[in-house]
């Protein structure tokens, strides 16, 4: 009877991202500097919730189920919004990056993590990469700024073209003559990251 329990909970968990094609969720826009709440088809998952051959998002919180509707419709103050919306707007972006990749005859990218923090109210946004294929982002608000993503993606397309880690760019400075190099590094690092998001986002800035 207790495997027959186990089982059955299992199908349950599994068919959720199953009995649809096609799985809506919300994600946040901006206008006037202030966010909504907007319904989108999601990227198709393949490896469970919010994963597929490109990206995964990491340590979902708990709850985190699908509706009656096919849709991961969280309210845009609840925790679990910031995770579909993370998982919509990274997806997109690599999805356009392997276009390129593709064309230029290069590998594509696979296996990013993704893994999301909230920090305190007020608490700027920010992130880290380390060109392994592991993301950290940090949010206050679940609607954060989409430029938080391209900007940590941009650092793992510069790391991945590259073919480098992060720790094997840098090591540890021990002179004054070593912290302005590793300073230079780091700003050369950010620029590029930078200057990538600015692409993908179509700065209007850029070229002017």
Not at 45 to 59: E, H, R, S
Not at 63 to 82: K, L, S, T
């Amino acid at each position: 009877m207790k495997k027959t329990i186990i089982f059955f909970k299992l199908f349950l968990l599994l068919s959720q991202y199953a009995i649809a094609e096609q799985v809506k969720g919300q994600i946040g826009v901006w206008h006037n500097n202030q966010p909504f709440a907007i319904k989108v088809i999601l990227p198709k998952f393949t490896k469970g919730a919010l994963a597929n051959d490109m990206i995964q998002i990491k340590n979902l919180p708990d709850n985190f189920v699908i509706d009656e509707d096919d849709c991961f419709c969280f309210d845009i103050n609840d925790d679990r919004f910031a995770y579909v919306h993370a998982y919509y707007y990274a997806t997109r972006q690599i999805q356009e990056y392997n276009s390129l990749m593709n064309s230029l005859g290069l590998k594509k990218i696979k296996n990013l993590k993704i893994y999301l923090q909230k920090s305190l109210s007020g608490t700027m946004p920010h992130g880290s990469a380390d060109w392994d294929k592991n993301i950290n982002l940090s949010y206050s608000r679940h609607a954060f700024d989409v430029s938080l993503i391209t900007h940590e993606i941009g650092h793992e397309i510069h790391g991945f073209l590259i073919g480098k880690k992060f720790s094997d760019f840098f090591e540890m400075p021990s002179t004054d003559d070593d912290w302005i190099l590793w300073y230079h590094k780091l700003g050369i690092i950010e620029g590029v990251a930078n200057f990538l998001s600015s692409l993908h986002l179509g700065s209007p800035t850029i070229g002017k």
